[in-house]
């Protein structure tokens, strides 16, 4: 190896030398145990993965903290939702590292375990004194370090059926079915030329919010936090049971052009009336004005919850958007007050009032969400610990088994092999193996 | 068959074959054209009246403009070092003698055949080991990697350009009393104009339209328009009409080079391909 | 590129184009050698460095973090030894031995396959009909070189309307519905296809155990109109030196016009065949751009191919750091290309 070593190093001084370039000045490993008092001032960079409305409603945030702070600057960076993840990698790995970035619980955990995060326990001490947040919350935002390493910003719940109240009447579905046998009924009576559901699952991340709902409400949230952790794997009976209703679903009332269709033209897909229903999270509310501007949040169209699995206790789906800090940051003092102000009140009504939006934190007035949808879905926020409530499967599991099983649903879709999906899965995530 | 019918059919396949050639890039133009709520009936059967340039204007504010920006330096910085440190290498192929130029030669060519993907996983911790990975010191890093990944494409062709000049003229120059550097730039230079011309807009449009390069090394600021497309593609959004703008805006410049200097692009391929 | 020199100088007049031909006289060679040799040296040296530092380096360390395990938060550095974790041989082995592997391989093979075939047999068919043709080759040749300067990207995001699954925005399935087909499922054989959902799952090759997906040719098909310009450029230029004298001979025989194309003009061609599928074969190994714009190797992993595996592996799976086993991806790759071309290197390792 020296030999190798020594070549290594002549290489890259004759480089350096070459184009004349100050190396090492790379090593520089941030500032350790930052101090974080003193006034914010000055440009802290973030990086986000909202476009149009969304992009448009955490600007205003942004500039609602500029506001705060006078003096302070932020650059909004947008990368594509599906490469935040690379991108993180890639700007912490070439050593340029965003003051503060959008992300999700298993990039919080990856970074973490590199020791590249800011560490919050004491924001979330005192979020959890003044009753912001509850120790479930909590949960999601840890790190592989045993600390606070994020803060919650954007809440979302999944596994709402969405459909127009001229399909409602259509159907003659006056109330939502409250049992699965009732929506499974108002299914069928859905499927007529064109399937029931409208999918959109050219995007990769739609089938796994059916998924989640579907998992929570057939396995229950036990089993299913359980598979979340690594503790059991994707080869348990109550899995497989969630799994194989899932696949009938899918047989039975998914478009059958699902992975030829995007996630907005799935949303226009049942605006239009072409499809019955959606399956969408709360944050559809703020999309449907894409594809018709003219129909009224409530009034028009509404959604329900997916019912409960036989005998199981309902559990709901939730999903949401972090924010980390990077201990590497020059400006601590402006990143923390930024992170603090998206996980505030103050920060996250302002995205609240826009619509399209559950805010986490659970001091925000529910007074302040726009229209009836966004009012009913805030509702079904987890707000106390008795409320029965499964974190988004996918965003935790992160990296190559989340890759991995993204591809094994594209897979079922297709085939509807729950054999096969669960062989692939049992091979992919190995956690529960040891 | 009678000859008529030959020159007929001729014609027809080659009229066919042209349409399909041309249709993607009128497509994707007529889309970028229309207003959405046109083009999503069918660009085909879309009303003229409602042809508007709106969309270019909406995504190049949008943020194509940075990238469009990136792109041009990028791609004007990897030409001039490839031009600057090629031309001449390639004179010493062609025309001088050194010791292992054999394996020199077989080095930079291996260029051209191994996958881009052999340096590229190493090169972001390289990178911040030199120092090329922030702000604008990342146009000289990814130009200097294009220029080191481009090393055997711009040999091969410099060279036979300077293969292509007599040699009385050369040899007659130095028994002149010129040195050889003279013999160079004022005899060899100016008679591989043409060709260096060739060179630049293929080295070019060879830079301009790399993406996994712009996508690995560079970060959000930095990046060209190859990757604000793919952005611009990548979230299944509604908005087809600005995808289709961006991507007309994308290959415009590659495009605006081909028909004004067709003539040099295809004689530089050309020399390329009979050179082999 | 690595065609016999002797297209240069076509035997016919080989013997007036000497001065061209690169031999110093004696008395030159021997008066500025020294000097020369020093500029040559001078001449090399700026491009030998960049070559170096950002070429030769990394292609090597790429090498020697193949026997290591990293990833991009955790990144392997030649000068820091202390944070090394051997992996021995194991990133080959793993990747020898995983099904993603041998997947990405698969597809790859398919475009190694189908890409430089469709190359060649597309545009030498569209060089010898412009040929023949006597009026407006300069439009018709414009027309399909055309797409050649266009980025990959571009061209897998201008091909995703030409296969938009809407009858009203994509072309091919409005065709389909125009002529009253549709979504239509057909089984011919050994094939199964699915007309209209192009880029999901437009078809299935049963091969015995082995099912090739289709979507793999449709992402090539965009990729083989954007390169058969730069076949008919190359075909153009090798039949510019098809010896006329040789077309003739065979017309005053009595010969066919398809016998002479297939017993003078098809065997002139055959350097500039081989430049077309050694370059197509290259380019095809390397793809990766127009992947991952249209597809991003989906569905499932129908059209993952080595280039976005590895791409993939290096900076998407972070909770496993698996840059070591991309670094052996790379090298397989590269050791399959450079066993493949050694033949053509040889040949023209050894300028004049």
Redesign the interface.
């Known amino acids: 190896m020296t030999i190798t070593f020594s070549r290594g190093r002549r290489v890259a001084a004759l480089a350096t030398a070459l184009i004349g370039v100050a190396p090492l000045a790379a090593c520089s490993g941030g500032n350790p145990g930052a101090d974080a008092s003193g006034k914010p001032s000055g440009e802290i960079r973030v990086v986000a993965n909202w476009t149009g409305v969304e992009g448009q409603a955490f600007q205003a945030v942004v500039d609602g903290f500029q506001a705060k702070y006078p003096g302070t600057k932020v650059k909004v960076d947008t990368v594509p939702f599906d490469q935040t993840q690379t991108q993180l990698a890639q700007q912490f790995a070439s050593g340029n590292a965003p003051d503060a970035a959008v992300a999700l619980p298993s990039t919080v955990r990856q970074f973490s375990k590199q020791g590249l995060l800011m560490n919050l326990d004491d924001e979330w001490k005192s979020w959890l004194d003044q009753g912001a947040y509850n120790d479930s919350l909590k949960s999601i935002v840890m790190g592989s370090d045993a600390h606070a390493d994020a803060v919650y910003f954007k809440g979302n719940v999944n596994g709402l059926i969405w459909s127009t109240k001229k399909t409602d009447t259509t159907l003659g579905l006056t109330k939502a079915p409250a049992t699965w046998d009732e929506f499974t009924a108002a299914l069928d009576k859905a499927n007529t030329s064109s399937k029931a559901f409208s999918v959109g699952a050219k995007d990769v991340w739609v089938p796994t919010q059916w998924v989640d709902p579907v998992m929570l409400n057939v396995a229950g949230v036990d089993k299913y936090q359980q598979l979340q952790q690594g503790k059991i794997g994707w080869d348990d009976p109550k899995i497989v049971e969630a799994m194989t209703v899932l696949t009938g679903l899918i047989d039975k009332y998914w478009s059958s052009d699902a992975l030829d269709t995007g996630f907005s033209n799935e949303v226009c897909g049942w605006v239009s009336g072409q499809h019955a229903f959606g399956n969408n999270g709360a944050f559809v509310n703020a999309v449907v004005p894409s594809c018709d501007k003219n129909l009224k949040p409530g009034d028009d169209y509404s959604f329900f919850p997916l019912p409960a699995y036989k005998d199981q206790k309902p559990a709901q789906a939730v999903s949401g958007d972090l924010f980390i800090g990077s201990k590497q940051t020059k400006n601590p003092a402006t990143t923390k007050a930024f992170l603090d102000y998206v996980g505030s009140v103050d920060g996250q009504s302002i995205w609240a009032k826009k619509g399209g939006y559950i805010a986490p934190n659970m001091k925000v007035p529910a007074d302040v969400y726009p229209t009836p949808n966004d009012k009913k879905a805030a509702a079904l926020w987890p707000k106390d610990a008795s409320t029965q409530a499964g974190y988004d499967l996918d965003d935790w599991i992160g990296g190559e088994i989340q890759v991995k099983y993204r591809q094994a649903l594209d897979d079922l879709i297709r085939t509807k092999d729950v054999a096969s999906f669960t062989k692939t899965m049992t091979s992919v995530d190995t956690r529960s193996k040891g | 068959m009678t000859s008529q019918w030959r020159t007929l059919t ?2 027809a ?2 009229t066919v ?2 349409i399909v ?5 009128v ?2 133009g007529a ?1 970028a054209v229309l207003p959405l709520d046109q ?4 660009w ?1 059967t879309a009303d003229p009246a409602t042809v508007t340039f709106a969309n270019f204007g909406r995504v190049w504010d949008g ?1 194509l403009s940075g990238y469009a920006v990136n792109s041009l330096i990028i791609a004007v910085l990897s030409v001039l ?1 490839t031009l ?3 031309t ?2 390639a ?9 292992f ?34 702000g604008s ?1 990342q146009y ?1 890093g990814i130009a ?2 294009h ?3 481009g ?1 055997g494409w711009s ?2 062709m410099l ?1 036979s350009f300077f ?2 000049i ?3 003229l050369l ?1 007659s120059a ?2 002149d009393g010129a ?3 003279k013999a ?1 730039s004022a005899i060899a230079l100016p008679l591989a104009l043409p060709g260096i011309v060739s060179f630049v807009i293929i080295d070019f ?1 060879f830079v ?5 390069m712009g ?3 560079l ?3 930095h990046r060209p328009i ?2 604000g ?3 611009l ?6 908005q ?1 009409d600005l ?2 703008a ?2 007309i805006l ?2 415009l410049p ?2 605006l ?2 028909a004004l200097l ?1 003539r040099y ?2 004689k530089g ?2 020399a ?5 | 590129m690595m065609t016999s020199r002797a297209r240069t100088a076509p035997p016919t007049n080989a013997g007036q184009n000497t001065s061209t031909v690169p031999v110093p006289s004696g008395r030159a060679k021997r008066r500025g050698r020294g000097s020369e040799t020093r500029l040559a040296y001078i001449f090399l040296a700026p491009l030998l460095a960049i070559f170096a530092g950002f070429y030769l380096w990394p292609a090597v360390a790429t090498f020697l973090s193949s026997f290591f395990t990293w990833g991009m938060l955790n990144p392997w550095r030649a000068d820091q030894p202390d944070t090394w974790v051997p992996a021995g041989i194991d990133n080959y082995t793993t990747t020898l031995t995983s099904a993603d592997f041998w997947n990405a391989a698969l597809n790859s093979v398919v475009w190694l396959i189908v890409f430089p075939f469709l190359v060649v047999v597309i545009s030498l068919a569209l060089s010898l009909l412009i040929w023949e043709a006597k009026k407006g080759t300069g439009f018709f040749r414009s027309a399909i070189i055309l797409p050649m300067t266009i980025s990959l990207a571009a061209v897998g995001v201008i091909w995703g309307f030409i296969y938009n699954p809407d009858p009203n925005k994509g072309l091919l399935n409005a065709a389909l519905k125009l002529i009253g087909v549709g979504n239509a499922d057909l089984n011919i054989g050994p094939l199964e296809l699915h007309l209209g959902r192009w880029l999901s799952n437009p078809g299935v090759l049963h091969l015995g155990g082995l099912d090739v997906r289709l979507t793999n040719i449709m992402i090539i098909i965009p990729a083989v109109w954007a390169f058969v310009g730069f076949g008919v450029i190359t075909f153009t230029a090798g039949l510019t030196s098809v010896p006329a004298e040789l077309v003739e001979a065979s017309k005053v025989d009595g010969a066919s016009r398809w016998q002479t194309i297939r017993h003078v003009t098809l065997p002139s061609l055959r350097p500039s065949i081989v430049v077309v599928v050694v370059i197509s074969i290259i380019f095809a190994l390397r793809t990766f751009d127009i992947v991952f714009v249209t597809t991003g190797g989906g569905p499932a992993q129908d059209t993952e191919v080595l280039g976005l595996l590895l791409w993939q592996q290096a900076f998407q799976f972070l909770d496993s750091p698996k840059a070591g086993q991309a670094a052996a991806i790379a090298i397989i790759m590269s050791f399959v290309l450079i066993a493949a071309a050694m033949p053509f290197l040889r040949k023209n390792g050894n300028p004049s």
């Open positions: 001729l014609y396949i080659l074959a042209s050639w041309i249709v993607p890039v497509g994707a889309i083009s999503t009936k069918g085909w943020g070092i600057a440190v090629g001449v290498a004179y010493a192929f062609a025309r001088m003698r050194f010791r130029k054999g394996f020199v030669h077989v080095m930079l060519l291996t260029t051209m055949i191994v996958p881009v993907q052999i340096i590229l996983i190493p090169l972001i911790p390289w990178f911040r080991t030199l120092g090329l990975n922030n010191w000289l200097l990697v220029t080191a990944f090393a040999i091969f060279s293969e292509g007599p040699n009385e040899e130095k028994i040195g050889s550097f160079f449009v301009w339209n790399d993406l996994l996508l690995t090394l970060d959000a600021d190859t990757v497309l793919a952005n593609n990548a979230p299944q959004l509604n087809d995808i289709s961006g991507s994308a290959i590659p495009l080079l081909f067709n692009y295809v391929l050309f390329g391909a009979v050179k082999g």
